[in-house]
């Protein structure tokens, strides 16, 4: 059964490394995660928005999927299911559905909003044993139609939202979902330090795994990052191996158009690229 992911990000926290949220978007790219997650005895998080719900018909359907797949494929390692972004109405809608860890996107909201709101979903959250993250300064770049510029968070916003008994925080430091443009500035550890020395052994969350390079990924986890989400980077893998299976004629060759067939390059190429983040941010061999 999915399971809570407070326990894993302060495991990940305390050892100096990084559990990898990896958004799952069908069956496919769920059965790649978790087997490259089992391969290499690394705790995961399948991380789930609310367009990958709907796409998927519904958080139920996601929850019955995966809880079938750990049964049916043998999954051992820690498996933490998430609400990615959730809206204060999809953060119920996940808990009802059997969810076992959420994050209520507040970052839209003023400070105020945010906390009255955070604070109502700390309470019901861990009447019922779920993780709570929570987000401070938006993310840039567009995710699931929610777009923002990437500000970074205020630090003293972050100890309130921090003081509020959040499991882990996401706090913008110039991330941004998506790719990351030619010009972009890169994070600002100054901006991490802060938060650090605010919300103290805190579990911090960067969203934008994407194009990150390898050194800063781990300057930000010797600062406190417990947990990386990485959607993008599969998702150009996938379509490339599938590009390439198409363009060499191999859907023509036999029975190649089976779905089966033709989704298989791309569910490879999903788990090469989940292979290198585990080993990126230092979870195998944790579970």
Not at 66 to 95: F, K
Not at 182 to 210: R, Y
Request: net charge negative.
């Amino acid at each position: 059964m999915v399971i809570s992911a407070k326990e894993m990000l302060q495991e990940a926290r305390a050892g100096k490394y990084a559990v990898a949220q990896i958004n799952i978007n069908n069956l496919e790219w769920t059965k790649s995660v978790l087997t490259v997650a089992e391969e290499l005895r690394s705790p995961i998080i399948l991380g789930c928005t609310q367009g990958a719900g709907k796409y998927m018909t519904g958080y139920k359907t996601v929850v019955g999927m995966v809880n079938g797949m750990l049964e049916s494929m043998n999954i051992t390692v820690p498996v933490a299911l998430h609400l990615d972004h959730g809206s204060y109405e999809h953060c119920y809608q996940c808990i009802d559905a059997g969810f076992m860890s959420i994050m209520f996107d507040g970052s839209s909201y003023p400070i105020e909003e945010n906390v009255a709101k955070t604070k109502e979903l700390v309470e019901v959250c861990h009447k019922k044993g779920i993780s709570l993250e929570a987000e401070v300064g938006a993310i840039g770049g567009d995710e699931d139609g929610v777009a923002a510029q990437g500000e970074c968070a205020d630090p003293d916003e972050c100890k309130r939202i921090a003081d509020l008994g959040i499991d882990f925080l996401a706090a913008g430091i110039g991330n941004i979902h998506g790719q990351y443009p030619a010009n972009w500035k890169g994070l600002s550890f100054e901006t991490l330090e802060a938060i650090k020395e605010k919300v103290g052994d805190l579990p911090l969350v960067l969203h934008g795994g994407t194009g990150i390079p390898e050194d800063m990924i781990k300057k930000a986890i010797s600062l406190g990052v417990a947990k990386i989400n990485v959607n993008t980077e599969c998702q150009l893998s996938f379509a490339a191996a599938t590009r390439k299976y198409i363009e060499e004629g191999r859907d023509l060759q036999g029975k190649g158009f089976d779905p089966r067939k033709l989704l298989l390059p791309g569910a490879e190429a999903i788990k090469e690229t989940v292979r290198q983040k585990l080993t990126l941010f230092g979870s195998v061999g944790k579970a």
